[in-house]
């Protein structure tokens, strides 16, 4: 055991302590309001709004996991920085992120086909994405492989992942609104903005033998505001997308939803 103040001084404690608190209540009132406001769209667009809510819910679950980790592993006068279980987070991402593709391809309201199509590729490329992802951050000793090569395996499926939102799903654009478009970019954008961030938190911790305060914290920092921004901000584009397409479908919707 060391003391706390050769792991974590206190301003590296409260920083984590409160940037984990936010991701929580970040994730608990987003899970809330996408509910609560699913009646606000049409019929169609609710599978999108629903699992937007889901993808929150299940990150609300995981913060608080992981909450209570930080808190039993580095609270007190000593701690073990080996308590803290990153593993938390990757369950989070392996359920959430092909959920948050789920949810892209479903309030577009494709073809059958073509949503079979889109998902049948991302989803797999996205859990494969994690579980790269998992042993390099962990740095887990499986068949000898340095957590950079993890990393950069893991760094395959999330540059495919791209390729068919930024191109092919592209194509798919062209029959939607000008409004629309101009959402689904913003969307696309946001997802390119923060996922960018988790490699570069991973990079803090990676070349580390041991534990590494400023790594520890910085990537902690790194994935908590990127977690709260790809799911909440997201799931809230989501969201106004799913209105948008809802008022353009049903002229009756648009005049009860955005009257004077």
């Known amino acids: 055991m060391n003391s706390l103040s050769s792991i974590l001084d206190n301003n590296q404690f409260n920083l984590v302590y409160n940037i984990l608190s936010l ?3 970040s994730m608990v009132f987003t899970s809330i309001f996408l509910f ?4 606000r769209v049409a019929p169609r667009y609710r599978m999108a709004v629903m699992i937007s809510g889901t993808v929150t819910a299940i990150a609300a679950y995981h913060y608080f996991r992981m909450f209570d980790s930080f808190n039993h ?3 007190g006068a000593e701690g073990n920085p080996d308590l803290y279980n990153v593993g938390y987070r990757y369950v989070d991402w392996f359920l959430t992120v092909p959920l948050l593709l789920v949810e892209t391809v479903a309030v577009l309201a494709l073809a059958r ?3 079979r199509s889109m998902l049948n590729r991302l989803v797999p490329a996205a859990a494969a994405m994690i579980a790269l ?8 000793d499986i068949f000898g492989i340095a957590p950079s090569v993890w990393g950069l ?3 395959l499926p999330f540059l495919y992942i791209l390729y068919v939102l930024f191109i092919e799903l592209g194509k798919s654009l062209e ?4 409004e629309v478009r101009k959402k689904i970019s913003t969307l696309r954008l946001v997802l390119l903005a923060t996922w960018g961030v988790y490699p570069i938190s991973f990079i803090f911790n990676m070349n580390s033998t041991g534990f590494d305060p400023a790594g520890f914290v910085a990537r902690e920092v790194g994935y908590s505001i990127a977690d709260i921004l790809a799911k909440c901000l997201f799931g809230l584009i989501i969201f106004s997308i799913a209105r948008i397409k809802s008022a353009e479908d049903d002229a009756e919707f648009a005049k009860n ?4």
């Open 113 to 115: 086909a073509a949503q």
């Open 36 to 39: 609560v406001a699913r009646e």
């Open 257 to 260: 939803e955005f009257r004077d």
């Open 175 to 178: 029959r939607q609104s000008a």
């Open 133 to 140: 992802g998992y042993p390099g951050d962990a740095k887990l």
């Open 23 to 25: 991701g929580i209540a």
């Open 73 to 75: 592993a580095f609270a």
């Open 153 to 155: 395996l893991s760094t």
